[in-house]
């Protein structure tokens, strides 16, 4: 599937990708009265959902793919991308606070924008686009809030960490294999955290030790 996407596209997104500066790939919006929420995917493999209600930021997180499967999603999103109907919604049945606007950057006169009720009968291949959406959404939204913190965190002797019980501990050892020891603070009890277990652990970094 992904020897399918075409040699522009494939390098638009591989020389941006190197060159660290990432680009929005596609993006939707729903909008549900007064609450929107926004599902972003970037070139740099990077998915970030936000939900705003009225004026105010009720959640954000972000996630990174693994490369493999951001180019399966990548490779799918190009595919019907370019198949899409010239209007791929063919009822407009819905309420009007209840919306649906995705941006498409990849595929043919890009970039694409299409809106449309939340209850519209939509074409197969817009049908799979929002499939995507929504698996990458669910993806977020079941990922560990600490997950993306920890993968790019380089622990050393005396980082502070806040903990998912609410306790703070300090990192005593950093074995070679990854493996942590944190010292837990008041009690002064050690404990040993594999590298694949961090962010059921860890709830946040800190920082050094004061």
Known sequence: MIRRLIPGFFLFFVTTAAAQVPVPVVERIVTQRDQKTRVSVFSNRAVVVSIMKGDKRDFL??????????????????????????????????????????????????PRLI????????????????????DLQQQVFDASPSAEEIRTWE?????????FNGTYAT??????????????????????????YRDQVILHIVGPKP
Not at 115 to 134: C, E, G, H, N, W
Not at 178 to 191: A, F, K, N, S
């Open 155 to 163: 622990p050393r002797e005396d980082d502070r960490v806040q903990l």
């Open 61 to 110: 997180r972000r996630i990174t793919l693994d490369e493999d499967q951001y180019l399966v999603y990548l490779s799918a999103l190009q595919t019907d991308a370019e198949a899409l109907e010239e209007n791929p919604v063919s009822s407009d049945v819905g309420a009007a606070d209840y919306s649906v606007q995705v941006t498409l950057h990849v595929g043919p006169d890009a």
């Open 115 to 134: 809106r449309f009720p939340s209850m519209a009968t939509v074409s197969l291949q817009l049908s799979r686009i929002m499939s995507v959406f929504d």
């Open 171 to 196: 990192v005593a050892e950093v074995w070679d294999d990854g493996m942590l020891v944190l010292e837990h603070e008041d009690t002064y009890i050690r404990e040993v955290v594999a590298p694949g």
